[in-house]
């Protein structure tokens, strides 16, 4: 599992493996661990506003789950449209195991930022846990629209495609496009997929 703090004041924190937060892996293959991008939209935080989302970030990151959780309830009380938030509190639900609040944070998320990839990206790690692989696809694919530089949904395309929808070509072609968005020592991992997925 893997945590991330953005320096953009209303970015999610995303606690992402290859099916999303607290799920069953899908492959016994060691996995990368993508990290999302950055918000697309917020409104404007105060500097206190802006320290308290950082607190909630932080302790999210050190597993305090309760004391996030009341920041970000905190916030969305001032801003009900901060839809970093609401993406925040649905990953904290998932953790829980509390699938169906889960859904409705980041669907809360979407009504206040129909472009917000994260969400769209949880959506279609949600689907894909319950076998609505269509749903899914159209997620991912709605994402790298809306933000073509999503590494994160071009990895989680690759994914799709490879092992659930048989389709190597375009497997190849979304870990690619992960591969050249993406820096850090996972890229290699993904790169040998690349070449195992162009022998078959």
Partial sequence: MLNL?????CSVLLLLTL???GSKPVSQKPVPKPLA???????????????MFQEAIQALQSNRIEMAQQGFLALLEVHPNLAGASV???LIARQLGREDEAIMHFERALDSN???VDALVLLALVDLDKGDFWDAEAKLQKSVRIRP?????HFNLGVLYELYLQEPEKAVMHYQRYVDLKQGDDIDTVARWIKLLELR
């Fill in 5 to 9: 703090c953005f320096s953009f004041s």
């Fill in 19 to 21: 099916v999303g937060c």
């Fill in 37 to 51: 991008d950055r918000a697309v939209v917020a409104p404007a935080l105060s500097p206190e506003q802006d320290a």
């Fill in 88 to 90: 925040n509190l649905g």
């Fill in 114 to 116: 129909p472009s917000n």
């Fill in 149 to 153: 530089e999503s590494y994160m949904a």
